[in-house]
């Protein structure tokens, strides 16, 4: 089952194998058609529609008989901000004498190993920050011991239906492999459908909660850290040992002036052909998927079918597109005080936007230069209210060309890219921050 913004999709339930061979060939069956670069002169297939290549914005126009691209215009560079301008996070907490602080450590440390066929290794360790009372977090820092090797961490909270599953995990002290989330509850749990507590990526530091605001902690109770390692990173394919830890800062759960925090995901596909000229056995979408499920223990092509369903598109037909979006029915009231972009290299910008195309639209996020190391938070001018019934969506843009550029990715082969838990993957994901 899959819970993204308090919804649900059922997926079917059998064995394992049965479930993934059924999945896969699904996908594989129909053919995709290869999405060309926009250049001036050149056909398109829809007046009025645009693409975005190498920092110049196309529009699709009728000249004579045919469709083709214009000669484009320069899109506007921007920073990581809303409109209207975001306020920030303040950099202390302000609860006085309240305040307790918990620090929660890897057990061990850890050695990032990668399956045998990528370079990215998901592990998850079971933490316990001994917190003596019912309490409410005001600020968490997760601190990275090796920086330059973590893609992200997702710290998760684990329900009572899982603690045991994950002590029993835990045993080793190093954690365990958890491609898809927090590896607990079953093969359909995901990153996206397991409970946030909190995530750091590139840029993140402490992060302070908003006075008036912060996230409940009962007593006793534990997390899961995910940790991604980018083993690309490695310049001399020498590895180090990892031990990161958490440290948390509370007050006590009674102080009733505080607004308890959730995280709501908002995903969308992504489908990104080899651009042109650009060729290999990888550039098969077929042959791409397959490659993906060994190296990520099949977690991302079960994503991959799971977010194409819930944003209503069909796995097995898909087209490519420099652009991913989805939009998505809220079914429950809330109320939006920041929003968080997450892609990875590839991503040029992404927009969340409230019931688009209406009376009530409204900006949530609008990110038009995309900075991998800089994923911070934005909070909005003031909050947002949410009702059921509306409509959020997610927008993101890609430069597959930057593949060929980038240090970390030019000397791998090239790819059909889609949702994947590699760093040499894609994703588009809206992060929300939402209390009632």
């Known amino acids: 089952m899959w819970r993204i913004g308090r919804g649900e999709v059922k997926l079917p339930s059998s064995k394992l194998t049965i479930v993934l061979v059924g999945l896969i060939i699904s996908l594989f069956i129909p053919p995709v058609v290869a999405l060309s670069t926009p250049k001036p002169g050149s056909t398109c297939t829809k007046v009025g529609s645009t693409q975005s290549y190498s920092g110049i914005k196309y529009t699709c126009i009728k000249s004579g008989k045919k469709l083709v691209w214009n000669g484009g215009v320069p899109e506007k560079k921007a920073t990581n901000q809303p409109t209207p301008a975001p306020s920030t996070s303040p950099s202390t907490v302000s609860n006085g004498s309240n305040l307790k602080t918990y620090t929660a450590q890897m057990p061990k440390a850890y050695l990032p190993k990668a399956l045998s066929s990528g370079w990215d290794d998901y592990r998850c360790f079971l933490l316990d920050p001994k917190v003596d009372q019912d309490s409410i977090i005001r600020s968490i820092q997760f601190i990275p011991e090796r920086k330059e090797f973590v893609h992200h961490a997702i710290i998760f909270r684990v329900t009572n239906a899982d603690i045991a599953e994950a002590q029993e995990k835990s045993k080793s002290g190093t954690g365990w492999s958890c491609f898809g989330g927090a590896g607990l509850g079953g093969m359909f749990s995901t990153f996206v459908s397991s409970p946030w507590i909190s995530s750091w990526a590139p840029g993140r530091g402490k992060d302070v909660l908003p006075d008036g605001y912060g996230i409940p902690f009962k007593k006793g109770e534990q997390y899961v850290l995910q940790v991604h390692y980018n083993l690309l990173a490695s310049k001399d394919g020498k590895i180090p040992t990892d031990q990161s830890k958490i440290i948390m800062e509370t007050v006590p759960a009674t102080d009733s002036s505080i607004k308890p925090l959730d995280i709501e995901l908002f995903p969308a596909p992504v489908e990104l052909a080899c651009p042109t000229g650009v060729t290999g056995p990888l550039c098969d979408r077929r042959a791409a998927l397959i490659d993906l499920a060994a190296r990520t223990n099949n977690a991302s092509v079960i994503e991959v079918i799971g977010i194409a369903t819930l944003c209503g598109q069909n796995p097995g037909k898909v087209q490519p597109s420099l652009t991913s979006t989805c939009d998505k ?80 990715l030019k000397n791998q082969p090239a790819r059909y890219i889609t949702w994947g838990e590699g760093s040499s993957d894609e994703m588009c994901l809206g992060v929300l921050s939402v209390t009632k």
């Open 329 to 408: 029915v809220v079914n429950r009231p809330y109320t939006v005080i920041a929003a968080a972009a997450h892609m990875h290299l590839l991503g040029k910008s992404m927009k969340i936007t409230l019931n688009p195309g209406t009376s009530r639209e409204q900006n949530l996020l609008d990110v038009t230069s995309y900075d991998f190391d800089n994923q911070v938070p934005i909070y909005l001018p003031k909050p947002t209210k949410v009702t059921s019934g509306d409509v959020v969506r997610v927008e993101c843009t890609y430069d597959p060309t930057l593949r060929q550029l980038l240090p970390t």
